[in-house]
């Protein structure tokens, strides 16, 4: 599946929160988006998936605007696993799952669909919280279950925000393999908005570089990850080692002083 983003423009209030944005969503790789906190990575996320209307510019998939696309239309394509659920889910881990069948299916549910929401479960090795309630679950259990749920939706665009956020260390690995499996083996596009440079060095294909709404620089990981864009992007000094053919990023220490000062 094809998926441009041109030229697009967001506000929610006065000022830009996305600024002429184009993006080509690469059909079968893992494509990173980082930056500061604020830079709109979030935003754009939600403009691709069609919870926002941007301003100006367009968001196409396979010849079609997602704004002439209904919802479960787009869900058939799309999958989405937002940042922060702030849906108070009255329902337990399994109904989650199977929700993401939803634009497959009517009202009734199949035995498939029923054994797709299981394998999904499986996957995320969460199979053991089937019956809880989502709301009594841990961070990262919660951001888990909505993995498989996107998962059991079958999209062939996974947009993923922060999805490693709330994890530990094994989980945070598990998921990015996870993803890089899915889309290695099924063919299918990642998006994912990432703060941790390290992951996203190690998974991602290509990077997406943002900054105040806008994009400072896309492309390789290695043409991206510079200490002198992370130093002019996020005001941190880096070194970057190469080790097993793996970028890694080392911040040595701020470059602006600190605001807060530690009294004795
Ligand atoms: N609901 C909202 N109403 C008003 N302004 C918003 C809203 N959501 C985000 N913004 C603003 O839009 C800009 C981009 O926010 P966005 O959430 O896309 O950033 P982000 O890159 O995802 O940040 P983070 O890394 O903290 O998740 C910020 O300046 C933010 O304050
Ligand atoms: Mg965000």
Not at 194 to 223: E, P, Q, T, W
Request: glycine share 6%; proline share 4%; charged share 20%.
């Amino acid at each position: 599946m094809k998926l441009t983003v041109n030229d697009v423009t967001f506000s929610y209030q006065s000022s830009l929160s996305l600024d002429k944005v184009s993006i080509e969503i690469p059909e079968t790789e893992i494509l990173g988006i980082i930056g500061p906190n604020g830079s709109g990575k979030t935003t754009l996320l939600k403009c691709i998936n069609k919870i926002l209307k941007p301003k100006k510019g367009n968001i196409i998939l396979d010849g079609h605007e997602i704004q002439k696309m209904s919802r479960l239309e787009i869900a058939k394509h799309i999958g989405y696993v937002p940042q922060s659920s702030v849906k108070p889910y009255a329902l337990n881990v399994f109904e989650i799952v199977l929700m993401g069948r939803r634009p497959h299916i009517g009202w009734q549910s199949s035995e498939t669909d029923v054994d797709k929401t299981w394998k999904a479960l499986e996957m995320l090795g969460i199979e053991h919280l089937a019956l809880r309630h989502f709301n009594e679950l841990s961070g990262g259990e919660q951001q888990r279950v909505l993995i498989a749920r996107s998962l059991a939706q079958e999209a062939k665009i996974l947009l993923l925000d922060e999805p490693t956020s709330n994890l530990d260390i094994k989980h945070q690995l598990e998921v990015m393999e996870l993803t890089r499996e899915l889309v290695t083996k099924k063919n299918i596009a990642s998006v994912i908005a990432i703060h941790d440079l390290n992951l996203a060095s190690r998974y991602c294909d290509k990077i997406v570089m943002m900054k105040n709404g806008k994009i400072f620089s896309a492309g390789n990981v290695s043409s991206v990850l510079t200490p002198e864009a992370i130093r002019s992007v996020y005001s941190v000094d880096v070194i970057v080692n190469y080790t097993n053919n793996i970028q890694q990023i080392v911040p040595i220490r701020p470059s602006t002083p600190a605001m807060i000062k530690v009294q004795h």
